[in-house]
């Protein structure tokens, strides 16, 4: 069955509630298994058909774990060319990070981009919960 990985990060939790929107858009298809995960290692990323990142954006930057996983992966030159890609994270008033993961994704890893990542102004509201269902859903449709 293709699985989709929603890999996310979160310190105040509003990257999670989009997460956890993103995964039930995503479980709403059928044939598809969707794996929501905190910590995730270069092979868990080899191993799943899309991968949707969850990012908050802290000082300008992404999180230190999302970023040693990316530099991980590359470092061992693990491929995830062709496979589906998508952004998402909470943000305050600058929000690159998911613009920057995707930006790699596509850049150094040659994954198929859904863009533009999906940003909330801190706490997602019902109206952005809902853009979430709809993006996990679309990315869980790319990969049936
Ligand atoms: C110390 C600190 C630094 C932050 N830096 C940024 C920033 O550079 N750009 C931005 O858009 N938001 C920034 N924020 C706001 C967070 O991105 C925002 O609170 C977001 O909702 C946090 O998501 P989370 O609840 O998933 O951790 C910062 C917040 C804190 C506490």
Redesign the pocket.
């Known amino acids: 069955m293709p699985t989709v990985l929603i890999l996310?990060?979160?310190?105040?939790?509003?990257?999670?509630?989009?997460a956890k929107a993103v995964e039930e858009g995503a479980r709403s298809i059928q044939g598809v298994e969707v794996n929501l995960v905190y910590h995730a290692k270069p092979v868990d990323l080899q191993a799943a058909d899309a991968i949707i990142i969850?990012?908050?954006?802290?000082?300008?930057?992404m999180t230190v774990d999302i970023e040693n996983l990316l530099t991980r992966t590359a470092v061992d030159h693990i491929s995830l060319r062709g496979k589906t890609a998508a952004a998402f994270?909470?943000?305050?008033?600058?929000?690159?990070?998911p613009k920057h993961v995707l930006e790699i994704l596509k850049r150094r890893f040659e994954m198929n981009i859904l863009e533009p990542p999906l940003l909330?102004?801190?706490?997602p509201d019902d109206k952005k919960l809902q853009e979430c269902r709809d993006l996990g859903r679309k990315v869980a449709e790319a990969v049936v």
């Open positions: 996310y990060n979160t310190k105040t939790g509003n990257t999670e509630l989009m969850g990012v908050p954006t802290y000082n300008h930057r994270g909470s943000y305050g008033w600058s929000g690159e990070a909330s102004n801190y706490k």
